[in-house]
């Protein structure tokens, strides 16, 4: 609905009417003083020509003659003794005329008709003489209905020029007055230019504009903190709305998916459209929390979607996303290392158990027992050093603090020179210690295992007739121990993977050349213990140097 | 109206993708199978039937929009496109799962034989995927690439045809192991011409020349 109209609609309606009104009211009062003075000057007339009449006894009744009125004489019977219109002896008997009953009766008779057209009505007034005749007098009028059709025409283009006019100026009106609300500045009203009637509703809305203005900005403020949190953060964040599209996206996942710009309002599908992803979606859109792992570019994301649930319906749904790759390889490993342990230690204990079986039931000869009692100490002895090195490794594991003491790494290399010589010279192998008497402050049966290990892994891998050298050095601040052999080399792709726990070069071959799987995973930790780095450099079929760099101070 | 239509619009994108993932898996799970092991096997006829009530789903999604909205333009291309990716898609699937069963037969296969196969295999599944990343992004350099690539497969597909050619001078009654590892190698030669129609169809959605045909 327009205001504008609305009050067009009103000036014009009430112009309009009152118009009307108008007209109609001056018309009545018009007429109707018109017909009270022709009543008087009909009385007046008739009272003069009565008089006349009377006066004078033989007046010839035909000077009464008028172009308004017309006079006629009715005996006292009621027949037409003069006429000044039409001829008397034509006309008929007057006897039942109102006027002429009401004259005899009462001296006066006034009368109306109208005619057949109704255009036209007469007023007749009838007075008694004397004599007892009745004088007439009788005029003829126009009725208001034709007197409102003979001024028809002129009215109605009056009628017309006004309406026009009301027209144009109600239009102007009316724009008149809503124009100062039209031109009202909602972004910032104010109260003084515009009707003081809509000061209140004005300054409302000035109120509210500040208010919303300021709801707004705090809502931005919390958007801004929101996505600087999410972008901050190290794990994906992903936000779906119904039909899984994207509302909100955070940088480390932008990231992750290889997207960038505005994507807001895609689908997730078109970032990641794997199986596991579908799933995981789906499962959430049906409001329960789901976990997924998703493997992309070779790395593995934990994805957990939840599901945004609003009054009791799900609206959207939550997806964070935890890189888990270093977790799912730590597990993996672990995994492999049980499944490692059980191995190595099911190995001996079943060569015992057969043996010691086999000798139960006396199924060995006297003769070969000796060989059955040793092969049981051996696997013994085997099972022993291996849960020794596990413990060892556990205890490297847990990170137990160990006591520190300043020990001397020449003294240490050449003591484990000592306790290998036998097992050396079995193979044919020498061993030669040299360098500088070098003081370490660590953990004394670490560095010990860590020599140990080193140096029987060059024996054990070492050609017949080979040489292994310890030495150890001081060089920029940093004391080296190096232990060279003239072994069999690891071959390149191998060189990382040697130090991790049972993993073994020549998987066939292992058995024969004994040791547990565990050492130099042993000299890895021991060496991280002790802040030192590991380097390894070696030539297939020429030899091994393994160089342990320990930093001066611990 | 337009929204109902643009909201119909992105469903049928959506669903295409997804028809698209479950004809990517299909594939990799029967080369992982050839490389491996017969254990997934059994999921390619599943994805396989998925993928067939997919089409149903998109054929019909695409008609009501080609009946209701009377789609123009752009629109109707890719409603058009989507009508006839759909049936390479379902293509993908049954060769697929076609790769599968011939699998199940070869039991006592050999992991060498297979490996050229795996080889070409590996070509056609970056080919889908490839495919269906165009579609997604409706990148038409990427689907160009695809087109492109068939060569290479074509070229795989020769060398095993060569490889299996030598297998059977060598050894006569390897002829029926070698014929249905012939067959694995011409199915995904097929899967990479599916590939190829994608792409194509990508393309025309988005420039409107479909291959083959000069700009008007």
């Given at each position: 609905m327009k205001m504008t109209r609305r009050i067009f609609k009103a000036i014009m309606i009430s112009v309009i009417s009152s118009l009307v009104i108008g007209t109609a009211m001056a018309a009545l009062i018009t007429y109707h003083n018109y017909d009270g003075a022709i009543q008087n000057s009909l009385h007046a007339q008739l009272q003069l020509a009565s008089s006349e009449v009377e006066s004078s006894e033989d007046l010839p009744l035909s000077s009464f003659r008028s172009k308004d009125f017309r006079f006629t004489l009715i005996g006292p019977d009621g027949s037409v003794l003069y006429d000044s219109v039409a001829d008397a002896s034509t006309m008929e008997s007057h006897s039942t005329r109102e006027e002429f009953i009401e004259a005899q009766k009462s001296g006066i008779g006034k009368s109306e008709r109208y005619s057949s057209t109704l255009s036209e009505k007469t007023i007749y007034e009838a007075k008694l003489l004397s004599n007892g005749s009745v004088l007439r007098i009788s005029t003829n009028q126009k009725t208001v209905a034709n007197l409102f059709l003979q001024s028809f025409e002129p009215l109605l283009i009056m009628l017309f020029i006004v309406i026009l006019l009301s027209f144009f100026l109600a239009r102007r009106l009316s724009q008149a007055i809503v124009g100062p609300i039209n031109r009202i500045d909602l972004a910032a009203p104010s109260a003084?230019?515009?009707?003081d009637e809509i000061a209140p509703l004005i300054s409302r809305i000035r109120d509210q504009n500040s208010q919303i203005a300021s709801q707004i900005k705090t809502l931005q403020q919390r958007q801004d903190e929101f996505n600087l949190i999410a972008d901050n953060m190290e794990e994906g964040l992903v936000l779906l709305d119904r039909d899984k599209s994207i509302i909100s996206i955070n940088r480390a996942a932008e990231r992750l998916f290889h997207v960038s710009g505005n994507i807001r309002g895609e689908n997730i599908l078109n970032l990641n459209r794997s199986l596991q992803m579908q799933a995981l979606i789906e499962k959430a859109s049906q409001a329960s929390h789901c976990e997924q792992k998703i493997e992309i570019d070779s790395k593995v994301y934990q994805m957990d979607a939840s599901p945004i649930c609003f009054g009791g319906k799900v609206s959207g749904t939550a997806i964070l996303i935890l890189d888990i790759t270093q977790k799912s390889l730590a597990e993996k490993i672990r995994r492999e290392f049980s499944a490692n342990v059980s191995h190595e230690l099911k190995t001996p204990l079943q060569t015992i158990s057969g043996s010691a079986e086999l000798l139960e039931n006396g199924l060995v000869k006297d003769m070969d027992k000796p060989l059955f009692y040793a092969r049981i100490r051996a696997e013994a002895a085997r099972l022993i050093s291996l849960v020794n090195d596990i413990i060892q490794i556990s205890q490297l594991d847990e990170n137990t603090p160990m006591a520190f003491e300043d020990t001397d790494l020449l003294d240490i290399a050449q003591s484990s020179a000592r306790s290998l010589e036998q097992h050396a010279a079995r193979n044919g192998i020498s061993i030669r210690v040299q360098g500088i008497h070098a003081s370490i402050h660590g953990v004394k049966h670490l560095l010990e295992q860590l020599t140990f290990n080193l140096m029987d892994n060059a024996i054990r891998y070492n050609k017949p007739d080979g040489s292994v050298t310890v030495t150890v050095s001081d060089s920029d601040g940093k004391i080296m121990l190096e232990v060279k052999d003239t072994g069999i080399g690891i071959p390149k792709e191998d060189q990382n993977r040697?130090?991790?726990?049972?993993?073994?070069?020549?998987?066939?071959?292992?058995r024969e050349t004994?040791?547990?799987?565990?050492g130099l995973s042993i000299v890895k930790h021991a060496a991280e213990y002790h802040h030192a780095s590991i380097s390894l450099s070696s030539t297939l079929g020429k030899g091994t140097a393994i160089t342990v760099e320990f930093p001066k101070s611990i | 109206m337009r929204n109902a239509f643009e909201k119909q619009l992105s469903e049928l994108h959506t669903k295409l993708i997804e028809m698209g993932s479950f004809c990517e898996e299909a594939i990799k799970l029967s080369s992982q199978a050839l490389a491996i092991d017969t254990i997934t096997l059994g999921n390619v006829s599943l994805l396989k039937a998925k993928i067939e009530q997919m089409e149903r789903e998109i054929e019909s999604l695409c008609l009501k929009l080609l009946l209701l909205q009377q789609p123009v333009a752009g629109d109707l291309r890719q409603i058009s496109a989507a009508l006839k990716m759909i049936t390479d898609m379902e293509r993908i699937g049954d060769q697929a799962d076609d790769i599968a069963e011939i699998i199940g037969y070869l039991?006592?296969?050999n992991e060498r034989d297979c490996s050229l196969i795996v080889e070409m295999a590996g070509f056609t599944i970056t080919m889908v995927s490839e495919s269906i990343d165009a579609f997604i992004k409706q990148d038409t350099i990427l689907a160009q690439k695809v087109i492109d690539d068939d060569d290479k497969v074509d070229e795989a597909f020769l060398k095993v045809k060569q490889a299996l050619i030598a297998m059977i001078a060598k050894n006569p009654d390897n002829g029926g192991y070698a014929l249905d590892l012939l067959m694995i190698a011409k199915h995904y030669e097929r899967i990479g011409d599916n590939a190829v129609n994608i792409a194509s169809w990508v393309v025309f959605s988005v420039t409107g020349v479909h291959k083959g045909e000069t700009e008007l």
């Amino acid at each position: 609905m327009k205001m504008t109209r609305r009050i067009f609609k009103a000036i014009m309606i009430s112009v309009i009417s009152s118009l009307v009104i108008g007209t109609a009211m001056a018309a009545l009062i018009t007429y109707h003083n018109y017909d009270g003075a022709i009543q008087n000057s009909l009385h007046a007339q008739l009272q003069l020509a009565s008089s006349e009449v009377e006066s004078s006894e033989d007046l010839p009744l035909s000077s009464f003659r008028s172009k308004d009125f017309r006079f006629t004489l009715i005996g006292p019977d009621g027949s037409v003794l003069y006429d000044s219109v039409a001829d008397a002896s034509t006309m008929e008997s007057h006897s039942t005329r109102e006027e002429f009953i009401e004259a005899q009766k009462s001296g006066i008779g006034k009368s109306e008709r109208y005619s057949s057209t109704l255009s036209e009505k007469t007023i007749y007034e009838a007075k008694l003489l004397s004599n007892g005749s009745v004088l007439r007098i009788s005029t003829n009028q126009k009725t208001v209905a034709n007197l409102f059709l003979q001024s028809f025409e002129p009215l109605l283009i009056m009628l017309f020029i006004v309406i026009l006019l009301s027209f144009f100026l109600a239009r102007r009106l009316s724009q008149a007055i809503v124009g100062p609300i039209n031109r009202i500045d909602l972004a910032a009203p104010s109260a003084d230019e515009a009707y003081d009637e809509i000061a209140p509703l004005i300054s409302r809305i000035r109120d509210q504009n500040s208010q919303i203005a300021s709801q707004i900005k705090t809502l931005q403020q919390r958007q801004d903190e929101f996505n600087l949190i999410a972008d901050n953060m190290e794990e994906g964040l992903v936000l779906l709305d119904r039909d899984k599209s994207i509302i909100s996206i955070n940088r480390a996942a932008e990231r992750l998916f290889h997207v960038s710009g505005n994507i807001r309002g895609e689908n997730i599908l078109n970032l990641n459209r794997s199986l596991q992803m579908q799933a995981l979606i789906e499962k959430a859109s049906q409001a329960s929390h789901c976990e997924q792992k998703i493997e992309i570019d070779s790395k593995v994301y934990q994805m957990d979607a939840s599901p945004i649930c609003f009054g009791g319906k799900v609206s959207g749904t939550a997806i964070l996303i935890l890189d888990i790759t270093q977790k799912s390889l730590a597990e993996k490993i672990r995994r492999e290392f049980s499944a490692n342990v059980s191995h190595e230690l099911k190995t001996p204990l079943q060569t015992i158990s057969g043996s010691a079986e086999l000798l139960e039931n006396g199924l060995v000869k006297d003769m070969d027992k000796p060989l059955f009692y040793a092969r049981i100490r051996a696997e013994a002895a085997r099972l022993i050093s291996l849960v020794n090195d596990i413990i060892q490794i556990s205890q490297l594991d847990e990170n137990t603090p160990m006591a520190f003491e300043d020990t001397d790494l020449l003294d240490i290399a050449q003591s484990s020179a000592r306790s290998l010589e036998q097992h050396a010279a079995r193979n044919g192998i020498s061993i030669r210690v040299q360098g500088i008497h070098a003081s370490i402050h660590g953990v004394k049966h670490l560095l010990e295992q860590l020599t140990f290990n080193l140096m029987d892994n060059a024996i054990r891998y070492n050609k017949p007739d080979g040489s292994v050298t310890v030495t150890v050095s001081d060089s920029d601040g940093k004391i080296m121990l190096e232990v060279k052999d003239t072994g069999i080399g690891i071959p390149k792709e191998d060189q990382n993977r040697v130090f991790e726990r049972f993993y073994r070069v020549d998987k066939s071959h292992f058995r024969e050349t004994g040791g547990t799987g565990l050492g130099l995973s042993i000299v890895k930790h021991a060496a991280e213990y002790h802040h030192a780095s590991i380097s390894l450099s070696s030539t297939l079929g020429k030899g091994t140097a393994i160089t342990v760099e320990f930093p001066k101070s611990i | 109206m337009r929204n109902a239509f643009e909201k119909q619009l992105s469903e049928l994108h959506t669903k295409l993708i997804e028809m698209g993932s479950f004809c990517e898996e299909a594939i990799k799970l029967s080369s992982q199978a050839l490389a491996i092991d017969t254990i997934t096997l059994g999921n390619v006829s599943l994805l396989k039937a998925k993928i067939e009530q997919m089409e149903r789903e998109i054929e019909s999604l695409c008609l009501k929009l080609l009946l209701l909205q009377q789609p123009v333009a752009g629109d109707l291309r890719q409603i058009s496109a989507a009508l006839k990716m759909i049936t390479d898609m379902e293509r993908i699937g049954d060769q697929a799962d076609d790769i599968a069963e011939i699998i199940g037969y070869l039991i006592h296969r050999n992991e060498r034989d297979c490996s050229l196969i795996v080889e070409m295999a590996g070509f056609t599944i970056t080919m889908v995927s490839e495919s269906i990343d165009a579609f997604i992004k409706q990148d038409t350099i990427l689907a160009q690439k695809v087109i492109d690539d068939d060569d290479k497969v074509d070229e795989a597909f020769l060398k095993v045809k060569q490889a299996l050619i030598a297998m059977i001078a060598k050894n006569p009654d390897n002829g029926g192991y070698a014929l249905d590892l012939l067959m694995i190698a011409k199915h995904y030669e097929r899967i990479g011409d599916n590939a190829v129609n994608i792409a194509s169809w990508v393309v025309f959605s988005v420039t409107g020349v479909h291959k083959g045909e000069t700009e008007l």
